[in-house]
């Protein structure tokens, strides 16, 4: 073999340098700077596919900074977040954002965002809760129809007027700024309102369950009081009243069941003449008569006394077995 596998890959290089030579020479050759197209009324003549791209003229950077909403992280423009990094790189942007921007104000910042379902569920929903949440949709309504007057003022262009005229240049006759940012801001602001809807409509669900629920407990709560009241052991029942007579005339009512009658009780009640002592010594004298009437405990206000029939009461009672 020799020496020739070296020569051939020698020849080979050298061979394939030239080639590269001579391509770069034809296209030098070949390639010329086209000229630039010449405006013909409103209208433009197409450029080559090789020519170099057209400087964007100002009023294409005049719609580009209109079209814009500032924000801390970067520009809006079209729902996406172009950031100030990006946006440096257009060479006339500076000198159209300052000309597009003169004497107006940055949009206000916008309104904290609604809080959560997880957030709002998470605790108990008050009275005081619901209206915050109703004067937070007061005010975001108040600043949807400053905007909307802003439109209004703008030659009426509303949200969908087209900001540019007929030949697609961008209007003269109204604040491309303003517009754009009203429109914005009045979007944002809707998607808050309705989020914001959402919340308050859940609060007041909560609201009113947590007060079906606070009734419930409180109906159980008093059914479990009064059955933990244990009522006192009767030890008589009326089963006879005279109409007309001072039983009668007191409210005492047939099946009445006695727990206590002036000094006697369930304690030391023994027999019925233990009543009609105390009857006898007590004629004329209102007495403290407690009865059990419908599961219920009742006092009513019993005075002996002499009337048309027999007895001071005008009524018949019967002991109880104990």
């Not at 209208?43 to 057209?54: D, F, G, I, S, Y």
């Not at 703008?154 to 697609?168: F, I, R, Y």
């Not at 009668?248 to 009640?269: A, K, R």
Request: hydrophobic share 35%; proline share 10%.
């Amino acid at each position: 073999m020799g020496p020739f596998p070296g020569l051939l890959g020698s020849s080979l290089c050298l061979f394939c340098g030239v080639l590269g030579v001579v391509g770069l020479c034809l296209e030098a050759s070949l390639w010329k700077e086209p000229p630039h197209s010449q405006p013909i009324g409103r209208r433009r003549l197409a450029r080559p596919p090789l020519a170099p791209p057209p400087s964007p003229s100002p009023a294409l950077c005049l719609s580009l900074a209109a079209s814009l909403v500032t924000r801390p992280e970067g520009w809006v423009r079209g729902g996406a977040v172009l950031p100030l990094r990006a946006t440096r790189s257009c060479w006339c942007f500076s000198e159209a954002r300052a000309a597009a921007f003169d004497g107006a104000s940055p949009p206000p910042p916008p309104p904290p965002p609604a809080m959560s379902r997880e957030e709002s569920s998470s605790k108990a929903v008050t009275v005081r809760d619901v209206q915050l949440l109703m004067k937070k949709k007061e005010e975001i309504e108040a600043q949807i129809q400053a905007y909307y007057e802003v439109l209004e003022d703008q030659k009426g262009v509303g949200m969908n007027e087209p900001l540019v005229d007929v030949e697609g240049y961008p209007r003269a006759d109204v604040d491309l700024y303003q517009v754009r940012t009203a429109r914005h801001n009045i979007i944002c602001l809707q998607n808050d309102h309705k989020a914001l809807m959402r919340e308050v409509e859940e609060a007041l669900h909560q609201l009113h369950a947590q007060d079906k629920e606070k009734h419930a407990k409180d109906e159980a709560e008093a059914r479990a009081e009064a059955m933990s009241q244990t009522l006192p052991q009767p030890f008589a029942k009326v089963n006879a009243v005279t109409p007309g007579s001072p039983a009668s005339l007191s409210g005492l009512q047939v099946d009445d069941e006695i727990v206590e009658f002036g000094s006697v009780n369930t304690h030391n009640f023994q027999s019925l003449q233990n009543i009609a002592t105390v009857v006898q010594h007590s004629e004329g004298k209102p007495l403290s008569v407690t009865v059990i009437r419908g599961g219920e405990r009742l006092h009513l206000g019993l005075t002996p006394k002499r009337w048309n029939g027999r007895g001071l009461l005008g009524c018949n009672i019967l002991p109880l077995q104990r």
